[in-house]
């Protein structure tokens, strides 16, 4: 029999395989649950190039899953769809996101989904959400998630979790972010903290027309603080640089976007000092957008 630690809390008793091949997939999904390359809780190519430090920003259809709060700054209707297919080099780590947001005259409505990993070890997720905005100047949302994990051989297991966030503007150009993601504290019924619980606050400030820097600070209950920094400069109308870097762990992000009519196309990679490098491909599609 074969123990495997899963989030470092859980223990999994496995028969040993049979075969070359059943062992090395048992040795992946070793390095898979025990090391905690698990499915990104920020997606979107855009959050990821800034090493998600734009918790005061989130301004796109993938605040659902970055900070709810932020779904109500946007007043069209937007698609977003987010694909990572080799983390760290490994198929079996990726992980697909899309979202959609539909707004009306007092708040915005989001629904997205999320899969992540391979046969023998898989994740997925549904979100719900919905941000109010009071007074053009503050906006509050929630986003009631339904996750699942599926183990091969060893059945499923869900549960139901629930994000908070805000986003304050304090004036045009300096805003302020908060997001408390599994606030219920929700777990599988299998460890006490086995599913992350993580408060994020943040600061945006807008230094020139199209350049905004973005700080913030995140803590995971079970980890070290980690220090957030990242800008975007749009350079011209059709082209945004971005790029970034965080704390616990080291990690360097950078990115582009590209702007065509409804389309944003958008492209990041970020580094790991053991594991290197990581892409990450996504689209937003802005419909009606105002100007």
Do not use: C
């Amino acid at each position: 029999m074969v123990d495997l630690i899963y989030e470092n809390q859980y223990y999994l008793t496995i028969p040993k395989p049979k075969g070359s091949q059943m062992k090395a997939k048992l040795i992946l999904t070793f390095l898979v649950i025990s090391i905690n390359l698990f499915s990104q809780e920020n997606p979107g190519a855009k959050h990821i190039a800034m090493a998600n430090s734009d918790i005061a920003v989130s301004n796109n259809v993938f605040a659902l899953f970055n900070n709810p709060g932020g779904l109500a700054q946007i007043n069209w209707r937007e698609f977003g769809a987010f694909y990572s297919p080799s983390p760290f080099g490994l198929k079996e780590l990726s992980n697909a996101y899309a979202a959609y947001a539909e707004p009306f005259t007092f708040g915005t409505a989001a629904i997205g989904a999320m899969t992540y990993g391979f046969d023998l070890y898989r994740e997925n997720k549904i979100t719900v959400g919905f941000s109010y905005k009071y007074s053009e100047e503050f906006f509050i949302g929630v986003a009631v998630n339904y996750k699942q994990i599926s183990i091969k051989n060893y059945g499923d297991k869900n549960s139901f979790l629930l994000d908070v966030g805000a986003i304050a503007y304090i004036n045009d150009n300096l805003h302020l972010g908060f997001s408390y993601k599994n606030a219920t504290k929700s777990t599988y019924g299998l460890a006490n903290d086995e599913l992350p619980v993580i408060i994020q606050t943040g600061v945006s400030y807008r230094l020139i027309d199209n350049f905004v820097l973005a700080l913030s600070v995140e803590k995971d209950i079970r980890y070290p603080f980690s220090p957030r920094i990242g800008f975007e400069y749009n350079i011209v109308n059709f082209l945004s640089l971005r790029s970034g870097f965080s704390k616990e762990p080291s990690r360097y992000s950078a990115g582009i976007g590209i702007h065509y009519s409804v389309f944003n196309f958008n492209y990041a990679l970020f580094t790991h000092q053991e594991l290197g490098i990581t892409h990450q491909f996504g689209v937003v599609i802005s419909f009606n957008k105002k100007k």
